[in-house]
């Protein structure tokens, strides 16, 4: 942090004027009065007082002591300000505190200026349980948990570690490289950093540490070598003198250029301010940085301004830039402790036992609002503060937004301190652009990318990948599907990225890796990626990174075909099913009753004993299934119906024996089972080599007994043609784009079965946080849109659906209801509407009879009458036939008596009145239903005769 960074030093002779004119300097501020009764507390103040940091701090506590004393001039207390140099020495410092406890005797300690004096004098306190206090050391190695008696005042650097991960994540970068001075200060905030950035999934890959006193030629070889590296965000962490002589570099460097990013510390960017115009508009143009954030008020402004003066009167060349947040925290400090001298006068005795025992937590109690913001301490740290985040843009800093425990938020102007979710405003960054960097790029020394690939692959899956090593060059060739696909989305990077194809132990190692092992030399970063045919699983990715799945993947089982005979004696019954087989059951019933409605009263097939009409009925619609049927229909409305009724039986038995023909003349198979928990106890199970499908098998409980693993498909053809019983496996257990590869030459034979189990794909490895990940998976997702992997996989295998697609459920050809529903819908209403019709046309004819029977008939005595009349048999006619029978009424010899009868004034002619397809009742008018006047006059006459 900016505390721990010493000013520029003043010269010897400046602080000799200093010593000279220390002991007037009360002079130049208003003294309050205290009468004799005041007691003193003694507090040593450690600094560098030969630089502007320190003399700059000195004059804060010197103005915060006289304002504190003028507010409060009847305080019983006085602080008594003891000031030791230090030069930036941690055993100068030891040596100043020492003197302070023993010799003067300080009840508090404040300073040092530094992280590494702070680090020996809080351990002096400690010892000595004198409470020593830090506006400037902010290193989070030391603490008040380690040790009890020290106090900081400033703000850690370990509160920097979120807002600088939520930056990394808000621009999408995956890595960053700290670059840090090599001293307590510098080192202490990394390892926050680094936890910080791994919970948001980004990484540290490398690290630089510079020291102090480091020559410009080490600066810029370190520098060279980050320019070889892939990453191009940086975290400089480091004292300012030190900073501007590794920015002159970068910038000689080409490193502050665009695709660069730079982002300062606390510490550092609180001394922008403090840093030339032209040197900040030159080598640190587009950087970030993070500012505790101070508010502006009233208060804070008349500080700045009674500092301004006091410093010039005491000869200081500073001006308002050179007033940090360091300055403001040593202000309250002092204000803090002139608080807490005074409530350990109310509350204890002034006795030295007391005082160190009670001393430690009044301090640590003292709340109020000061200069700096709320003074609040909790755990022996300040508060965490909100931070401001600046971008350097020409010779001054800009707001860009602010970082709070909420997040990233940009601040709305004249809103007081109300934040809003809204972002941060643009940046611009090096090289003068507001394209936000992608935070890498490719090595511009041009390193080639070492990417693994498995093998030696065999000589089935050359289309998925062949990596064969050509034994005259010893050059690796390598092509094939997968290889294709991650050269094409290369390709689409709107950089270059050179790679090198290598495979691990080809010539050393008789045994092939497996592909757990290929993803754990990623891992251990002993190759810069992994490209084959590897399955995306939870388990490897939690050590590596996959692009997007470029194959969608499962697994299943390829399991053989066998003729399918079972159940042969009942095979006439399989080209219809079941369904249709009853509804045809049941039309044929039903037809035939509509059969026996419309002929039953006039057609004597149909009637004499039930017994009969049943059997009549029943033999006329079944051998209308084979068009054997005698008996003649003599209704029109029944000819109607069982026209219709014929030809959907010609429908159903032509597509009937047709299906049965082919089910008897074509081979059919079928798979030997179709789950993978139907596999007996005794069959053994295949998979593949150095897949992870074999730990997916014994996750489901199998044998490791029955499991066989194979490389290749023509292994995976001679196993199950041998078949569990002769040392072969009943099955093959593997990812989908195997088994088509297998299918497109083995379809007739085996077929693909069983419950498709979840699997992740087949992704592209890289080491965690790499950033080709979301460019190749970008890359990736646009080659998929486009159809252009389908083109790739065409050109290497071909027409993968060229076996007809043969997968566990095969093609059918049975017979089903809904081929047929059309047909059945037409025959089921001319059937329902001829019998509608028929019974219409008969109570029509019947209704004089209907309607004279005696009113007080019951219901159900009227239901039997007219079912009495309908079964009385009618004769049926024609139009035709009754005007011949009209014309020949002279004539009686001519008419049969089954369609004339006789009167006693001659022969009896039917009516002239009909119903179209129906009956008319052509009886004798004698024999025909009178009422029962007629009737008996009918029956006198006939006796008479």
């Not at 670059?179 to 390892?191: F, L």
């Not at 800093?397 to 970082?403: D, H, I, K, M, S």
């Not at 047909?823 to 019709?837: E, P």
Request: aromatic content about 10%; proline content about 5%; charged content about 20%.
């Amino acid at each position: 942090m900016m505390g721990d960074v010493s000013a520029i030093g003043l010269s010897s002779t400046s602080l000799v004027i200093f010593l000279l004119l220390y002991t007037s300097f009360a002079t130049h501020l208003p003294q309050p009065a205290f009468d004799e009764k005041t007691s003193s507390f003694k507090v040593g103040v450690i600094l560098n007082l030969g630089t502007k940091f320190g003399n700059s701090s000195r004059l804060c506590m010197e103005i915060a002591l006289s304002d504190f004393y003028l507010a409060h001039s009847n305080h019983k207390t006085r602080l008594d300000l003891v000031f030791m140099n230090s030069p930036n020495d941690p055993l100068s410092a030891a040596s100043a505190a020492e003197n302070l406890i023993t010799k003067q005797e300080v009840q508090a300690i404040v300073g040092p200026q530094t992280s590494e004096e702070a680090a020996f004098v809080s351990l002096l306190g400690n010892a000595n349980k004198v409470p020593v206090i830090s506006f400037s050391a902010t290193s989070p190695s030391i603490s008040h948990e380690k040790t009890p008696f020290f106090i900081r005042t400033a703000m850690s650097d370990s509160f920097q570690a979120s807002a600088i991960a939520a930056l990394v994540s808000h621009f999408t970068w995956k890595q960053i490289v700290p670059i840090y001075e090599q001293s307590e200060y510098g080192a202490g905030m990394i390892s926050y950093v680094v936890n910080a950035l791994k919970a948001i999934g980004a990484w540290v890959p490398y690290r630089t540490a510079i020291p102090p006193v480091s020559s410009d030629d080490f600066i810029s070889k370190e520098l060279l070598k980050l320019m070889n590296m892939e990453c191009r965000v940086f975290l400089v962490n480091m004292r300012k003198s030190l900073a501007l002589r590794l920015f002159a570099k970068a910038r000689e460097a080409g490193m502050m250029d665009k695709d660069f990013v730079w982002i300062l510390s606390d510490g550092l960017t609180s001394q922008l301010g403090t840093i030339r115009p032209p040197i900040l508009r030159r080598d640190f143009y587009g950087v970030l940085g993070l500012k505790t954030l101070v508010k502006t008020s009233r208060k804070l402004q008349d500080f700045e301004n009674r500092w301004l003066k006091v410093s010039r009167n005491d000869n200081l060349e500073v001006d308002r830039s050179d007033l940090t947040v360091f300055g403001l925290w040593a202000y309250d400090t002092v204000w803090a402790l002139a608080v807490a001298a005074e409530t350990e006068f109310q509350t204890n005795p002034r006795s030295e036992n007391n005082l160190k025992t009670g001393w430690l937590k009044t301090i640590l109690d003292v709340e109020f609002n000061g200069i700096s913001g709320e003074f609040q301490l909790s755990g022996g740290e300040r508060k965490r503060p909100v931070f401001e985040i600046v971008n350097v843009a020409g010779s001054s800093e800009r707001t860009v937004g602010y970082w709070t425990e909420k997040g990233l938020q940009r601040y709305h102007s004249g809103e007081g301190s109300n934040f809003s979710t809204e972002g941060l405003s643009p940046v611009i960054w090096p090289g003068d652009t507001t394209v936000i960097p992608r935070g890498w790029v490719n090595p511009t020394v041009g390193k080639k990318l070492r990417i693994l690939v498995p093998g030696p692959v065999k000589t089935g899956f050359h289309p998925f990948l062949r990596a064969e090593k050509d034994p005259k060059t010893g050059k690796l060739a390598v092509d094939g599907f997968v290889i294709d696909v991650f050269e094409t989305a290369l390709k689409e990077l709107p950089y270059a990225v050179p790679i090198e194809y290598v495979q691990h132990n080809i010539t050393g190692s008789m045994k092939k890796p497996t592909y757990d092992e290929l993803v754990q030399f990623v891992f251990q970063q002993k190759y810069d990626g992994l490209v084959g045919d590897v399955t995306i699983t939870a388990n490897r990715s939690n050590y590596v990174d996959f692009t997007l799945p470029y194959l969608p993947s499962g697994i299943r089982m390829i399991v053989p075909l066998r003729d399918d005979w079972s159940g042969s004696a009942w095979r006439f019954l399989e080209p219809l099913s079941w369904k249709l087989w009853i509804v045809t059951g049941g039309f044929v019933i039903f037809t035939g009753f509509v059969v026996w409605v419309l002929e039953h009263r006039f057609n004597d097939a149909f009637r004499n004993s039930i017994k009969d009409q049943v059997g009549t009925t029943s033999y006329f619609i079944f051998s209308t299934l084979v068009y054997h049927h005698k008996e003649a229909i003599k209704s029109n409305l029944g000819r109607l119906v069982v026209i219709v009724w014929i030809l959907v039986v010609l429908v159903l038995q032509s597509s009937y024996t047709a299906s049965l023909t082919s089910m008897l003349t074509i081979r059919h198979l079928k798979p030997i089972t179709f789950e993978l928990r139907e596999l007996g106890t005794q069959d053994s199970i295949g998979y593949l080599r150095g897949s992870f499908t074999g730990k997916r098998l014994l996750k489901e409980g199998f044998d490791p007994n029955r499991l066989k693993p194979f490389s290749s498909p023509e292994e995976y053809l001679d196993a199950l043609g041998k078949g569990s019983k002769s040392g072969g496996v009943s099955a093959i257990f593997d990812e989908i784009p195997y088994i088509r590869l297998f299918l497109k030459n083995y379809c007739k034979n085996y077929t693909m079965a069983g419950t498709a189990y979840k699997a992740g794909g087949f992704g592209f490895v890289f080491p965690k946080g790499s950033p080709l990940v979301p460019d190749l998976s970008l890359a990736l997702l646009r080659l998929g849109e486009g159809d252009r992997i389908l083109e790739i996989e065409k050109r290497w295998f071909g027409d993968l659906s060229s076996c007809g697609n043969n997968e566990s459920t095969l093609t059918s050809d049975r017979l089903n209801m809904a081929m047929f529903w059309v047909l059945f819908l037409i025959t089921g209403l001319s059937s329902t509407f001829a019998v509608i019709g028929s019974l219409i046309c008969f109570l029509h004819g019947k209704r004089r009879q209907l309607l004279e029977r005696n009113p007080g008939e019951r219901l159900m005595q009227k239901v039997v009458s007219v079912a009495n009349t309908f079964d009385e048999k009618s004769v049926k006619s024609t139009g035709v036939r009754q005007r011949k029978i009209t014309e020949m009424s002279s004539s009686r010899d001519l008419f049969d008596s089954s369609f004339i009868g006789r009167s006693e004034n001659g022969p009896w002619i039917p009516s002239p009145s009909y119903c179209p397809s129906t009956s008319t009742d052509f009886s004798p008018p004698e024999e025909r239903s009178l009422p029962n006047e007629q009737k008996t006059r009918a029956e006198e006459g006939t006796s008479n005769q």
